[in-house]
Protein backbone atom coordinates (compact mmCIF):
# COMPACT_ATOMS: atom_id res chain seq x y z
CA UNK A 1 0.00 0.00 0.00
CA UNK A 2 1.92 3.22 -1.03
CA UNK A 3 0.84 6.22 1.63
CA UNK A 4 0.42 9.63 0.46
CA UNK A 5 -0.35 12.68 2.06
CA UNK A 6 -1.41 15.83 1.58
CA UNK A 7 -2.80 19.33 3.25
CA UNK A 8 -4.85 20.45 0.09
CA UNK A 9 -8.61 19.73 -0.70
CA UNK A 10 -9.77 16.12 -1.11
CA UNK A 11 -12.32 17.65 -4.21
CA UNK A 12 -8.78 16.95 -6.77
CA UNK A 13 -7.81 13.86 -5.43
CA UNK A 14 -6.98 10.87 -7.92
CA UNK A 15 -8.40 8.00 -5.92
CA UNK A 16 -11.85 5.69 -5.94
CA UNK A 17 -12.99 6.60 -2.80
CA UNK A 18 -13.02 9.24 -0.49
CA UNK A 19 -13.87 8.82 3.19
CA UNK A 20 -15.24 11.38 5.71
CA UNK A 21 -15.65 11.43 9.30
CA UNK A 22 -19.22 12.65 10.11
CA UNK A 23 -19.47 13.33 14.23
CA UNK A 24 -23.26 12.28 15.89
CA UNK A 25 -26.02 14.45 15.05
CA UNK A 26 -24.07 16.86 12.78
CA UNK A 27 -25.78 19.06 10.29
CA UNK A 28 -25.28 19.43 6.53
CA UNK A 29 -27.08 22.97 6.83
CA UNK A 30 -24.91 24.10 9.68
CA UNK A 31 -21.97 26.05 7.95
CA UNK A 32 -18.97 24.46 7.82
CA UNK A 33 -17.68 21.00 6.55
CA UNK A 34 -20.53 19.36 5.51
CA UNK A 35 -22.47 22.21 4.21
CA UNK A 36 -19.57 22.20 1.68
CA UNK A 37 -19.78 18.90 0.96
CA UNK A 38 -23.10 18.99 0.53
CA UNK A 39 -23.13 21.68 -2.13
CA UNK A 40 -20.93 19.83 -4.21
CA UNK A 41 -22.44 16.57 -3.61
CA UNK A 42 -25.53 17.59 -5.28
CA UNK A 43 -27.28 17.46 -1.93
CA UNK A 44 -26.88 14.18 -0.75
CA UNK A 45 -25.23 14.77 2.37
CA UNK A 46 -28.44 16.38 3.27
CA UNK A 47 -30.44 14.05 2.02
CA UNK A 48 -28.99 11.13 3.87
CA UNK A 49 -28.74 12.84 7.57
CA UNK A 50 -32.25 13.92 6.81
CA UNK A 51 -33.51 10.86 6.20
CA UNK A 52 -31.97 9.35 9.45
CA UNK A 53 -29.82 6.91 7.47
CA UNK A 54 -26.49 8.42 8.74
CA UNK A 55 -26.77 9.82 12.96
CA UNK A 56 -23.18 9.78 13.05
CA UNK A 57 -22.85 7.15 15.44
CA UNK A 58 -19.72 5.65 15.95
CA UNK A 59 -18.68 3.15 13.21
CA UNK A 60 -22.19 3.67 11.10
CA UNK A 61 -21.34 4.02 7.66
CA UNK A 62 -23.29 5.34 4.51
CA UNK A 63 -21.81 4.35 1.06
CA UNK A 64 -22.74 6.43 -2.26
CA UNK A 65 -21.46 6.68 -5.51
CA UNK A 66 -21.71 10.10 -6.80
CA UNK A 67 -22.77 10.08 -10.26
CA UNK A 68 -22.45 12.91 -12.81
CA UNK A 69 -20.88 15.66 -10.11
CA UNK A 70 -18.08 17.51 -11.80
CA UNK A 71 -16.62 18.98 -8.78
CA UNK A 72 -15.05 16.26 -6.66
CA UNK A 73 -12.83 13.69 -8.42
CA UNK A 74 -13.41 10.35 -6.92
CA UNK A 75 -16.54 8.53 -7.85
CA UNK A 76 -17.33 7.35 -4.56
CA UNK A 77 -18.09 8.68 -0.77
CA UNK A 78 -17.83 6.72 2.36
CA UNK A 79 -19.56 9.00 5.24
CA UNK A 80 -18.42 7.09 8.74
CA UNK A 81 -19.73 8.02 11.90
CA UNK A 82 -17.25 8.95 15.05
CA UNK A 83 -19.65 9.68 17.48
CA UNK A 84 -19.67 12.61 19.14
CA UNK A 85 -17.25 15.73 18.70
CA UNK A 86 -16.26 16.07 21.49
CA UNK A 87 -14.74 12.74 22.25
CA UNK A 88 -13.46 12.02 19.42
CA UNK A 89 -9.33 11.53 19.74
CA UNK A 90 -6.67 9.97 17.79
CA UNK A 91 -7.58 6.47 18.93
CA UNK A 92 -11.40 7.12 17.10
CA UNK A 93 -9.89 8.81 14.34
CA UNK A 94 -7.65 5.67 13.75
CA UNK A 95 -10.65 3.66 13.98
CA UNK A 96 -12.53 5.84 11.83
CA UNK A 97 -9.96 5.16 9.00
CA UNK A 98 -9.61 1.02 9.67
CA UNK A 99 -13.67 1.20 9.48
CA UNK A 100 -13.54 3.03 6.31
CA UNK A 101 -10.51 0.80 4.61
CA UNK A 102 -12.46 -2.63 5.62
CA UNK A 103 -15.63 -1.33 4.22
CA UNK A 104 -14.49 -0.02 0.96
CA UNK A 105 -11.55 -2.70 0.25
CA UNK A 106 -15.62 -5.19 0.37
CA UNK A 107 -16.51 -2.76 -2.44
CA UNK A 108 -13.47 -3.66 -4.59
CA UNK A 109 -11.57 0.04 -4.01
CA UNK A 110 -8.17 0.43 -4.29
CA UNK A 111 -7.34 3.73 -4.03
CA UNK A 112 -8.22 5.39 -1.06
CA UNK A 113 -8.31 9.02 0.64
CA UNK A 114 -9.38 9.46 4.33
CA UNK A 115 -10.46 12.89 6.31
CA UNK A 116 -10.53 11.96 9.60
CA UNK A 117 -11.36 15.70 10.76
CA UNK A 118 -9.20 15.68 13.99
CA UNK A 119 -7.72 19.03 15.25
CA UNK A 120 -4.44 18.61 16.71
CA UNK A 121 -0.81 17.61 16.02
CA UNK A 122 -0.63 16.64 12.19
CA UNK A 123 2.06 14.02 12.29
CA UNK A 124 0.21 12.50 15.48
CA UNK A 125 -3.08 12.51 13.69
CA UNK A 126 -1.56 11.47 10.08
CA UNK A 127 0.18 8.21 12.31
CA UNK A 128 -2.76 7.23 13.81
CA UNK A 129 -4.63 7.15 11.01
CA UNK A 130 -2.34 5.23 8.91
CA UNK A 131 -1.72 2.31 11.74
CA UNK A 132 -5.57 2.27 11.37
CA UNK A 133 -5.40 1.50 8.24
CA UNK A 134 -2.87 -1.04 7.94
CA UNK A 135 -4.24 -2.69 10.75
CA UNK A 136 -7.61 -3.07 9.76
CA UNK A 137 -6.14 -4.86 6.68
CA UNK A 138 -4.86 -8.14 8.62
CA UNK A 139 -6.77 -10.92 8.85
CA UNK A 140 -6.04 -14.47 10.39
CA UNK A 141 -7.22 -16.64 7.23
CA UNK A 142 -3.33 -17.16 6.35
CA UNK A 143 -3.69 -20.72 5.81
CA UNK A 144 -7.10 -20.80 4.03
CA UNK A 145 -6.71 -21.34 0.40
CA UNK A 146 -10.13 -20.37 -1.04
CA UNK A 147 -12.78 -17.21 -0.21
CA UNK A 148 -9.49 -15.52 1.19
CA UNK A 149 -10.58 -11.48 2.35
CA UNK A 150 -9.45 -9.18 0.06
CA UNK A 151 -6.66 -7.00 1.35
CA UNK A 152 -4.83 -5.52 -1.40
CA UNK A 153 -5.60 -1.54 -1.11
CA UNK A 154 -2.79 -0.23 -3.63
CA UNK A 155 -2.91 3.80 -2.70
CA UNK A 156 -4.15 5.38 0.73
CA UNK A 157 -3.89 9.14 0.74
CA UNK A 158 -4.38 11.26 4.48
CA UNK A 159 -6.28 14.49 3.80
CA UNK A 160 -5.84 17.28 6.28
CA UNK A 161 -6.33 20.49 5.47
CA UNK A 162 -4.12 23.40 6.44
CA UNK A 163 -2.01 21.08 7.79
CA UNK A 164 2.49 20.93 8.22
CA UNK A 165 3.13 19.37 4.95
CA UNK A 166 6.47 17.80 5.94
CA UNK A 167 4.72 16.98 9.83
CA UNK A 168 1.79 15.18 7.63
CA UNK A 169 4.74 13.08 5.79
CA UNK A 170 6.45 11.97 8.84
CA UNK A 171 3.36 11.19 10.95
CA UNK A 172 2.10 9.01 7.72
CA UNK A 173 5.33 7.49 7.35
CA UNK A 174 5.56 6.75 10.74
CA UNK A 175 2.00 5.45 11.01
CA UNK A 176 3.17 2.51 8.29
CA UNK A 177 6.30 1.47 10.50
CA UNK A 178 4.19 1.17 13.40
CA UNK A 179 0.91 -0.61 11.54
CA UNK A 180 3.10 -2.72 9.69
CA UNK A 181 4.96 -3.76 12.79
CA UNK A 182 2.13 -4.48 14.61
CA UNK A 183 0.80 -6.64 11.97
CA UNK A 184 4.02 -8.42 12.12
CA UNK A 185 3.05 -9.12 16.00
CA UNK A 186 -0.44 -10.40 14.70
CA UNK A 187 0.88 -12.56 12.42
CA UNK A 188 3.28 -14.50 14.48
CA UNK A 189 0.76 -14.77 17.15
CA UNK A 190 -1.72 -16.39 14.46
CA UNK A 191 0.76 -19.05 13.40
CA UNK A 192 0.23 -22.34 14.64
CA UNK A 193 2.46 -23.74 17.43
CA UNK A 194 3.96 -26.24 14.60
CA UNK A 195 5.66 -23.69 12.86
CA UNK A 196 6.22 -21.24 15.63
CA UNK A 197 8.41 -23.28 17.78
CA UNK A 198 11.20 -21.37 20.11
CA UNK A 199 13.16 -21.94 16.69
CA UNK A 200 11.44 -20.21 14.49
CA UNK A 201 10.78 -17.87 16.72
CA UNK A 202 14.08 -16.67 17.00
CA UNK A 203 14.84 -17.17 13.16
CA UNK A 204 12.42 -14.60 12.58
CA UNK A 205 14.05 -12.17 15.38
CA UNK A 206 17.05 -12.65 13.17
CA UNK A 207 15.55 -11.60 9.96
CA UNK A 208 14.26 -8.33 12.39
CA UNK A 209 17.67 -8.09 13.51
CA UNK A 210 19.49 -7.98 9.69
CA UNK A 211 16.48 -6.62 8.23
CA UNK A 212 16.17 -3.28 10.31
CA UNK A 213 19.81 -3.09 12.02
CA UNK A 214 19.16 -4.58 15.73
CA UNK A 215 22.04 -6.66 17.16
CA UNK A 216 21.05 -10.04 18.19
CA UNK A 217 21.95 -13.07 20.64
CA UNK A 218 20.19 -16.17 20.81
CA UNK A 219 20.85 -18.11 23.83
CA UNK A 220 20.94 -22.12 23.51
CA UNK A 221 19.74 -24.41 26.29
CA UNK A 222 23.36 -24.61 26.99
CA UNK A 223 24.36 -20.86 28.01
CA UNK A 224 20.92 -21.12 29.95
CA UNK A 225 22.59 -23.99 31.89
CA UNK A 226 25.67 -21.61 32.22
CA UNK A 227 23.72 -18.57 32.96
CA UNK A 228 22.18 -21.05 35.75
CA UNK A 229 18.26 -20.33 34.63
CA UNK A 230 16.77 -23.43 36.25
CA UNK A 231 13.48 -22.17 36.56
CA UNK A 232 13.17 -20.99 32.36
CA UNK A 233 14.92 -24.81 31.69
CA UNK A 234 12.01 -26.37 33.59
CA UNK A 235 9.65 -25.16 31.37
CA UNK A 236 10.99 -27.15 28.30
CA UNK A 237 12.38 -30.15 30.05
CA UNK A 238 9.17 -31.57 28.46
CA UNK A 239 9.31 -30.88 25.08
CA UNK A 240 11.43 -32.03 22.02
CA UNK A 241 11.92 -28.64 21.07
CA UNK A 242 14.73 -26.40 22.79
CA UNK A 243 14.01 -23.41 24.55
CA UNK A 244 15.27 -20.11 23.22
CA UNK A 245 16.34 -16.72 24.60
CA UNK A 246 16.47 -14.08 22.86
CA UNK A 247 17.87 -10.64 23.30
CA UNK A 248 17.58 -7.91 20.62
CA UNK A 249 19.08 -4.34 21.18
CA UNK A 250 18.72 -0.87 19.42
CA UNK A 251 21.19 1.52 19.84
CA UNK A 252 21.09 4.80 19.08
CA UNK A 253 24.03 6.46 16.67
CA UNK A 254 24.89 8.97 19.14
CA UNK A 255 24.76 6.81 22.44
CA UNK A 256 25.89 8.91 25.73
CA UNK A 257 27.44 6.22 28.44
CA UNK A 258 25.39 6.09 31.49
CA UNK A 259 21.65 6.85 31.78
CA UNK A 260 18.69 4.15 31.71
CA UNK A 261 18.67 1.33 30.10
CA UNK A 262 14.41 0.65 28.90
CA UNK A 263 14.14 -3.42 28.69
CA UNK A 264 10.81 -4.83 27.27
CA UNK A 265 10.59 -8.50 28.29
CA UNK A 266 8.00 -10.71 26.74
CA UNK A 267 6.74 -13.96 27.31
CA UNK A 268 7.16 -16.43 24.08
CA UNK A 269 5.31 -19.78 25.38
CA UNK A 270 5.00 -20.93 21.62
CA UNK A 271 2.45 -23.45 22.94
CA UNK A 272 0.87 -24.01 25.98
CA UNK A 273 -0.53 -27.45 26.87
CA UNK A 274 -0.57 -26.73 30.58
CA UNK A 275 2.19 -29.74 31.02
CA UNK A 276 1.68 -32.53 33.58
CA UNK A 277 -1.38 -29.97 35.59
CA UNK A 278 -2.66 -30.73 31.51
CA UNK A 279 -5.51 -28.05 30.70
CA UNK A 280 -8.49 -29.22 29.52
CA UNK A 281 -9.33 -29.72 25.69
CA UNK A 282 -11.79 -27.08 25.27
CA UNK A 283 -10.12 -24.13 23.55
CA UNK A 284 -6.98 -25.46 23.96
CA UNK A 285 -5.65 -24.43 20.21
CA UNK A 286 -5.84 -20.74 21.53
CA UNK A 287 -2.44 -21.65 23.31
CA UNK A 288 -0.83 -21.06 19.92
CA UNK A 289 -1.34 -17.38 21.28
CA UNK A 290 0.83 -17.86 24.24
CA UNK A 291 4.02 -15.81 22.74
CA UNK A 292 2.06 -12.65 21.90
CA UNK A 293 4.06 -11.03 24.94
CA UNK A 294 7.29 -12.21 23.29
CA UNK A 295 5.85 -10.90 19.60
CA UNK A 296 4.93 -8.19 20.92
CA UNK A 297 8.39 -7.23 22.09
CA UNK A 298 9.75 -8.10 18.46
CA UNK A 299 7.19 -6.20 16.59
CA UNK A 300 7.95 -3.21 18.81
CA UNK A 301 12.16 -3.21 18.71
CA UNK A 302 11.17 -3.88 14.64
CA UNK A 303 9.79 -0.50 14.76
CA UNK A 304 12.08 1.22 17.44
CA UNK A 305 14.84 0.10 14.91
CA UNK A 306 13.21 2.74 12.01
CA UNK A 307 11.84 4.84 13.57
CA UNK A 308 15.29 5.44 15.68
CA UNK A 309 15.29 7.79 18.92
CA UNK A 310 17.93 8.71 21.03
CA UNK A 311 17.81 6.20 23.95
CA UNK A 312 18.90 2.73 23.65
CA UNK A 313 16.33 -0.19 24.54
CA UNK A 314 16.75 -4.05 25.08
CA UNK A 315 13.83 -6.70 24.02
CA UNK A 316 14.40 -10.07 25.78
CA UNK A 317 12.23 -12.75 25.35
CA UNK A 318 12.29 -16.27 26.50
CA UNK A 319 11.01 -19.08 24.21
CA UNK A 320 9.46 -22.79 24.93
CA UNK A 321 6.70 -24.69 24.34
CA UNK A 322 5.16 -26.56 27.70
CA UNK A 323 4.24 -29.68 27.10
CA UNK A 324 3.66 -32.67 29.12
CA UNK A 325 6.17 -35.98 28.43
CA UNK A 326 7.84 -38.53 30.24
CA UNK A 327 10.76 -35.93 30.75
CA UNK A 328 8.37 -33.24 31.79
CA UNK A 329 8.41 -30.91 35.08
CA UNK A 330 6.56 -32.25 37.76
CA UNK A 331 3.94 -30.44 40.18
CA UNK A 332 6.23 -30.61 43.53
CA UNK A 333 9.50 -30.15 41.96
CA UNK A 334 11.61 -27.65 43.25
CA UNK A 335 13.72 -25.65 40.57
CA UNK A 336 16.72 -23.29 40.51
CA UNK A 337 16.26 -19.73 39.51
CA UNK A 338 19.35 -17.35 37.70
CA UNK A 339 19.11 -15.48 40.98
CA UNK A 340 19.35 -18.33 43.22
CA UNK A 341 16.05 -18.23 44.66
CA UNK A 342 14.48 -21.11 44.67
CA UNK A 343 10.77 -21.85 43.33
CA UNK A 344 8.37 -24.72 44.08
CA UNK A 345 6.37 -25.86 41.24
CA UNK A 346 2.78 -26.29 42.20
CA UNK A 347 1.47 -26.28 39.05
CA UNK A 348 3.40 -26.68 35.47
CA UNK A 349 0.36 -24.57 34.04
CA UNK A 350 2.00 -21.40 35.55
CA UNK A 351 4.67 -21.55 33.32
CA UNK A 352 4.60 -17.69 31.76
CA UNK A 353 6.18 -16.80 35.53
CA UNK A 354 8.54 -19.52 35.66
CA UNK A 355 10.38 -18.14 32.04
CA UNK A 356 10.34 -14.74 32.58
CA UNK A 357 11.67 -15.18 36.25
CA UNK A 358 15.24 -15.45 34.25
CA UNK A 359 14.64 -13.15 31.62
CA UNK A 360 13.89 -10.32 33.61
CA UNK A 361 16.71 -11.37 35.91
CA UNK A 362 19.03 -11.59 32.62
CA UNK A 363 17.56 -8.43 31.51
CA UNK A 364 18.82 -7.27 34.65
CA UNK A 365 22.25 -8.63 34.11
CA UNK A 366 22.91 -6.65 30.41
CA UNK A 367 22.46 -3.52 32.41
CA UNK A 368 18.24 -2.76 32.22
CA UNK A 369 17.29 -0.20 34.85
CA UNK A 370 13.86 0.36 34.04
CA UNK A 371 11.76 -3.29 32.99
CA UNK A 372 8.51 -4.10 31.28
CA UNK A 373 7.64 -7.29 30.66
CA UNK A 374 4.26 -8.68 29.08
CA UNK A 375 2.42 -11.30 29.06
CA UNK A 376 -0.46 -13.78 28.46
CA UNK A 377 0.30 -14.57 32.15
CA UNK A 378 -3.43 -15.50 33.79
CA UNK A 379 -6.85 -16.64 32.61
CA UNK A 380 -7.86 -14.44 35.69
CA UNK A 381 -7.05 -10.88 34.12
CA UNK A 382 -10.17 -11.49 31.60
CA UNK A 383 -12.69 -12.29 35.07
CA UNK A 384 -11.27 -8.82 36.10
CA UNK A 385 -11.32 -6.55 33.34
CA UNK A 386 -12.73 -8.90 30.52
CA UNK A 387 -11.11 -7.44 26.74
CA UNK A 388 -11.49 -3.82 26.78
CA UNK A 389 -8.32 -3.26 29.64
CA UNK A 390 -4.89 -4.68 30.05
CA UNK A 391 -3.96 -4.92 33.66
CA UNK A 392 -0.66 -3.04 34.59
CA UNK A 393 0.48 -4.09 37.78
CA UNK A 394 4.47 -2.99 39.33
CA UNK A 395 7.02 -1.22 41.53
CA UNK A 396 7.43 1.67 39.60
CA UNK A 397 4.19 4.54 40.10
CA UNK A 398 6.03 6.79 37.36
CA UNK A 399 6.69 3.61 35.14
CA UNK A 400 3.02 2.43 35.38
CA UNK A 401 1.93 6.51 34.91
CA UNK A 402 4.12 6.30 31.98
CA UNK A 403 2.93 3.63 30.39
CA UNK A 404 -0.99 4.64 31.11
CA UNK A 405 -0.37 7.55 29.41
CA UNK A 406 1.39 6.24 26.10
CA UNK A 407 -1.48 4.08 26.07
CA UNK A 408 -3.92 6.93 25.88
CA UNK A 409 -1.80 8.28 23.15
CA UNK A 410 -2.06 4.97 21.41
CA UNK A 411 -5.34 4.61 21.90
CA UNK A 412 -4.94 1.42 24.08
CA UNK A 413 -6.42 1.20 27.92
CA UNK A 414 -4.69 -0.07 30.71
CA UNK A 415 -5.74 -0.19 34.32
CA UNK A 416 -3.87 -0.85 37.44
CA UNK A 417 -4.17 -3.30 39.79
CA UNK A 418 -2.84 -3.66 43.07
CA UNK A 419 0.56 -5.05 44.58
CA UNK A 420 0.28 -4.98 48.19
CA UNK A 421 3.01 -7.02 49.93
CA UNK A 422 0.29 -8.84 51.67
CA UNK A 423 -0.43 -10.84 48.11
CA UNK A 424 2.97 -12.18 48.96
CA UNK A 425 2.56 -14.18 51.60
CA UNK A 426 0.33 -16.64 49.06
CA UNK A 427 3.29 -17.44 47.33
CA UNK A 428 4.90 -18.84 50.35
CA UNK A 429 6.37 -22.33 49.94
CA UNK A 430 6.71 -24.75 52.92
CA UNK A 431 9.69 -26.43 51.05
CA UNK A 432 11.37 -23.37 49.01
CA UNK A 433 11.50 -19.85 48.69
CA UNK A 434 8.78 -19.40 47.10
CA UNK A 435 5.80 -21.27 44.91
CA UNK A 436 4.12 -21.18 41.54
CA UNK A 437 0.50 -20.39 42.36
CA UNK A 438 -0.93 -18.51 45.02
CA UNK A 439 -4.39 -19.90 45.22
CA UNK A 440 -7.60 -19.35 43.33
CA UNK A 441 -7.88 -15.37 44.78
CA UNK A 442 -6.31 -12.68 43.21
CA UNK A 443 -4.37 -14.59 40.50
CA UNK A 444 -3.13 -12.10 38.43
CA UNK A 445 -2.28 -9.84 41.31
CA UNK A 446 -0.24 -13.15 42.95
CA UNK A 447 1.36 -13.74 39.07
CA UNK A 448 2.74 -10.25 39.49
CA UNK A 449 4.25 -10.46 43.27
CA UNK A 450 6.01 -13.91 42.16
CA UNK A 451 7.66 -11.70 39.24
CA UNK A 452 8.41 -8.85 41.36
CA UNK A 453 10.74 -11.39 43.47
CA UNK A 454 12.91 -11.35 40.37
CA UNK A 455 13.19 -7.82 39.91
CA UNK A 456 15.87 -7.09 42.71
CA UNK A 457 14.32 -3.26 43.20
CA UNK A 458 14.62 -2.66 39.75
CA UNK A 459 12.31 -0.07 38.11
CA UNK A 460 9.33 -2.49 37.13
CA UNK A 461 5.62 -2.88 35.36
CA UNK A 462 4.33 -6.19 34.08
CA UNK A 463 1.42 -5.87 31.87
CA UNK A 464 -0.98 -9.05 31.35
CA UNK A 465 -2.43 -9.12 28.20
CA UNK A 466 -4.71 -12.50 28.46
CA UNK A 467 -7.42 -10.89 28.19
CA UNK A 468 -6.94 -8.04 25.51
CA UNK A 469 -4.54 -9.82 22.63
CA UNK A 470 -7.33 -12.06 21.63
CA UNK A 471 -10.65 -10.58 20.02
CA UNK A 472 -13.74 -13.56 19.81
CA UNK A 473 -15.30 -10.93 17.79
CA UNK A 474 -14.47 -8.89 14.64
CA UNK A 475 -14.89 -5.39 15.04
CA UNK A 476 -15.63 -2.93 12.06
CA UNK A 477 -12.09 -1.54 12.06
CA UNK A 478 -10.59 -4.73 12.93
CA UNK A 479 -10.49 -8.77 12.05
CA UNK A 480 -10.83 -11.08 14.95
CA UNK A 481 -7.87 -13.07 16.15
CA UNK A 482 -5.03 -12.05 17.39
CA UNK A 483 -5.11 -7.88 17.97
CA UNK A 484 -1.56 -6.75 18.27
CA UNK A 485 -2.70 -4.84 21.70
CA UNK A 486 0.40 -3.06 23.27
CA UNK A 487 2.82 -2.63 20.03
CA UNK A 488 1.46 0.69 19.43
CA UNK A 489 1.80 1.62 23.43
CA UNK A 490 5.50 -0.23 23.50
CA UNK A 491 6.48 2.47 21.14
CA UNK A 492 5.01 5.73 22.32
CA UNK A 493 6.71 4.73 25.71
CA UNK A 494 10.13 4.56 23.84
CA UNK A 495 8.64 7.76 21.87
CA UNK A 496 8.33 9.84 25.64
CA UNK A 497 11.05 8.37 27.19
CA UNK A 498 13.16 10.18 24.51
CA UNK A 499 11.83 13.33 24.21
CA UNK A 500 12.06 13.11 27.92
CA UNK A 501 15.93 12.56 27.61
CA UNK A 502 15.92 15.04 24.77
CA UNK A 503 15.21 17.73 27.31
CA UNK A 504 11.65 18.53 25.50
N1 LIG B 1 -1.18 -19.09 29.24
C1 LIG B 1 -1.96 -19.24 30.41
C2 LIG B 1 -2.87 -18.05 30.68
C3 LIG B 1 -3.94 -17.79 29.67
C4 LIG B 1 -5.22 -18.27 29.86
C5 LIG B 1 -3.68 -17.03 28.55
C6 LIG B 1 -6.20 -17.99 28.94
C7 LIG B 1 -4.67 -16.76 27.64
C8 LIG B 1 -5.94 -17.23 27.83
C9 LIG B 1 -1.06 -19.43 31.63
O1 LIG B 1 0.14 -20.06 31.40
C10 LIG B 1 -1.84 -20.25 32.61
O2 LIG B 1 -2.14 -21.35 32.28
N2 LIG B 1 -2.14 -19.69 33.76
C11 LIG B 1 -2.87 -20.35 34.76
C12 LIG B 1 -2.24 -20.05 36.09
C13 LIG B 1 -2.78 -20.87 37.22
C14 LIG B 1 -2.35 -22.32 37.06
C15 LIG B 1 -2.27 -20.31 38.51
C16 LIG B 1 -4.31 -19.84 34.72
O3 LIG B 1 -4.51 -18.65 34.52
O4 LIG B 1 -5.23 -20.65 34.84
ZN1 LIG C 1 -0.03 -22.19 31.46
ZN1 LIG D 1 0.89 -19.84 29.46
Sequence with gaps: MQIESTNGSYRALDVQAIAIAVFKDEKADDVGFLKELDSVTGGVIKSVIDSEELKGKEAETVYLHLVGNGEIKAQRLLLVGVGERSEYTSAQASQMAGTAVRALRGKSVKSIAIVPRLEGNPEEIASVVVEGAFMSLFDP??????????????????????????????????????????NFTRDLANEPGAYMTPTNMSERAREVA?????????????????EGMGSLLSVSHGSEEPAKLIVLKYTPANASEGGDLLAFVGKGITFDSGGISLKPGDNMELMKYDMTGGATVM????????IKPSIPVLGVVPCSENLPSGKATKPGD????????TIEVINTDAEGRLILADAIAYARKLGATKI????????????ALGDVNTAVIGTDQELIGEIVAAGKEAGEKFWQLPLDKEYSKQIKSD???????????????????????????????HLDIAGTAWS???KPYRAKGPTGVAVRTFIRIVARAAAKHNGS
Design 334 to 341: VVRAMTGK
Design 141 to 182: DKYRTEDKEEREISKLVVVMDGADETALKRGAERGRIIGESV
Design 299 to 306: GAMRAIAQ
Design 431 to 461: IADIKNVGGRKAGTITAAAFLKEFTDGVSWA
Design 472 to 474: DEA
Design 372 to 383: VDIATLTGAVSI
Design 210 to 226: TEFGLSIDVLDEARMEQ
